[in-house]
């Protein structure tokens, strides 16, 4: 008897082996490869048939460059993130950890789009058994008014397809929302060739797909969930998306170590990939593009978990400061730049006498790189922390890539390590380099408006962010070298 084809996949990155390894040669994981059976689904007419029909070879300067039409979500955070709304057959992605509030953040979105576009009646697809115009009227909302309907409102319809809530549970959700009477088509369905057979049926202008891992097809072998299963459906539906229009929200779960499970592969086949991140134990919540072929990466959209859901935050730069009566040692604010705009975080560190192998400890913030800025201050300013064990924190689980955090890090390190607190009203940012210089961040003007705007008053930033003209409110301390800063500082007790 044929022996049935087996490969080894990595439960991370998706890669493959032919043969069983302690570690993934492609994304070097330890103990993540399992046994597959080969999938091979037998390419059918079909399946290249919706492609071909596409596969047209033109010069680029005969094609029209329109710009992509986007449809507002009506949540300014999220449109921000999107580059403007979702857009006619786009996919995208949306990660976070459990409970944070994709499945409230999707519904609240797809009730608000069925709202603006009600009133305007189905175009694409027969209406379906049970599923009544919507009504604009009933809602209070205006309808687009006398104006062409818009591509993706035209259809009307959206679809929110559920695999890990039962239909009573998302309606118990919306009544919760405040969105009684929704015209938001729910479907509870977790196999693959349902949801299509139900998308081209319906048509609906958005449906989102929560989550993807719970999702599977009945031509793989593998449990729902697995790399195989998550890359095969998302395939089918990024084709179905493709080939019909549809806006596909997929909604995936992040594993312990912050990437959405079956990753890498999901993250090239789709149009935009969105995180959303925030601390569980604050109301706080931070939505960020990672890729987006409809618009800019970094920016951020902010929200607020509510009793009635979420709410955005149009000013959020106060947010992520704590409140501290008195300035305290260890605690310095820094402004740091999400995309387009400057928000203001505080950083802490707790330095404290360590045992004979001193911990490291960083949340928000890249670990080596603390490794990195401790060696400096050592080295450059004489300031040692090598007994200590060394914790710093971005307060309010925000996360800080930019390495402009370098001057605040370890400003609020030699405070902590003083038991001095920063003057009030400070703030610094600035990179640190291996030689113990300070390099100016990008857009660093911004960056001292918005600290003005909101009240501080002393800051320390590298020279080349120094700005011609004074800014009022602000006195500027401008450096060059480590030394330097720990010297201003020291001038400002
Ligand atoms: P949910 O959207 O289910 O998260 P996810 O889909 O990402 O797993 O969000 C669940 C959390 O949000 C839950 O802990 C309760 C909280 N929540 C509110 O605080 N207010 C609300 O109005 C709703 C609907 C949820
Ligand atoms: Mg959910």
């Not at 229009?245 to 779960?253: A, E, K, N, R, S």
């Amino acid at each position: 008897m044929a022996k049935e084809k087996t490969v080894y996949s990595c439960g991370e990155c998706g890669g493959t082996s032919s043969k069983w390894l302690g570690q993934c040669p492609h994304c070097k994981a330890w103990n993540t490869l399992v046994e597959t059976v080969a999938e091979t689904i037998a390419p059918t007419k079909n399946r290249f048939a919706a492609l071909a029909r596409t596969a047209e070879v033109q010069a680029l300067a005969d094609i029209e460059a329109a710009d992509v039409e986007r449809t507002p979500t009506g949540l300014d955070e999220l449109d921000r993130v999107l580059g403007g709304g979702i857009v006619e057959g786009g996919v995208v992605l949306i990660g976070g950890d459990p409970g944070i509030g994709k499945s409230t953040l999707l519904l609240q979105a797809l009730d608000n789009l069925q709202r603006a576009g009600g009133g305007v009646s189905s175009v694409a697809g027969p209406p379906q058994d049970g599923e009544r115009p919507p009504s604009s009227a009933a809602q209070g909302q205006p309808a687009s008014g006398g104006r062409a309907p818009h591509p993706v409102r035209a259809r009307g319809s959206v679809l929110y397809v559920t695999g890990e809530e039962s239909g009573a549970q998302v309606a118990l959700r919306a009544r919760r929302l405040g969105l009684e009477g929704s015209r938001v088509q729910v479907l509870a369905e977790i196999q693959l060739e349902k949801i299509l057979a139900t998308l081209e049926a319906q048509q609906p202008a958005v449906a989102v797909i929560d989550s993807i891992q719970t999702v599977y097809s009945d031509q793989l072998t593998s449990a729902p969930g697995s790399v195989a299963q998550v890359r095969e459906c998302a395939a089918h539906l990024t084709r179905a998306a493709k080939a019909s229009g549809t806006c596909i929200v997929l909604v995936g779960h992040v594993t312990k170590e912050g990437a959405l499970a079956g990753p890498r592969v999901l993250e090239h086949m789709v149009d935009t990939v969105l995180y959303f991140e925030g601390d569980t134990h604050s109301s706080f919540r931070l939505i960020r593009a990672i890729k987006n072929r409809f618009g800019a990466v970094n920016e951020i959209g902010v929200f607020a978990m509510t009793e009635k859901g979420l709410k955005g935050v149009s000013n959020p730069s106060a947010i992520f400061l704590s409140q501290h009566a008195e300035p305290v040692p260890g605690s310095c604010v820094m402004v740091t730049l999400e995309g387009t705009r400057p928000l203001l975080v505080e950083i802490q560190a707790l330095v404290d006498s360590g045992g004979p192998s001193p911990r490291r400890l960083s949340v928000g913030l890249d670990r080596d790189r603390l490794a990195m800025l401790l060696a400096v201050l050592h080295r450059h300013a004489g300031v040692a922390c090598m007994d200590q064990d060394v914790f710093v924190n971005a307060v309010g689980g925000v996360r800080i890539s930019e390495p402009a955090a370098d001057l605040a890090v370890l400003l609020s390190i030699t405070s902590s390590l003083r038991g001095k607190p920063l003057p009030k009203g400070f703030i610094a940012f600035g990179e640190v380099g291996l030689a113990g210089e300070v390099r100016p961040a990008p857009r660093g003007q911004d960056r001292l408006k918005e600290a003005a705007k909101l009240g501080f008053s002393v800051a320390i930033v590298p020279k080349a962010n120094a700005p011609k003209k004074a800014i009022e409110g602000l006195t500027i301390h401008p450096v060059e070298r480590v030394e330097e800063a720990i010297q201003a500082l020291r001038g400002l007790d």
